[in-house]
């Protein structure tokens, strides 16, 4: 790599906001909190959603109802 021209690649721990569930990877992202984590002591960042909360990966995401649009549109628009 070109010296000089990129940021910073370090180990962060990212934190899930509404679990708790904290994991440790690597990120350009800074911050001033720090946590120990697996003996060391790393960066923190607090993040809304992770796999760990996220609706799709929880299996508690919405159906929406396409039958009701498709009926809505035929019924403004009719088939041709």
Known sequence: ?????HPDYHQVVFQDANTGKQFLTR???TSDRTVE???GTYPLVVVDVTADSHPF???TNRH???AGQVEKFRRRYGTR
Do not use: N
């Open 1 to 5: 790599m070109k010296p000089g021209i």
């Open 27 to 29: 990120s350009t992202v």
């Open 37 to 39: 984590f697996d003996g």
């Open 57 to 59: 990966w929880t299996g």
């Open 64 to 66: 929406l109802d396409t």
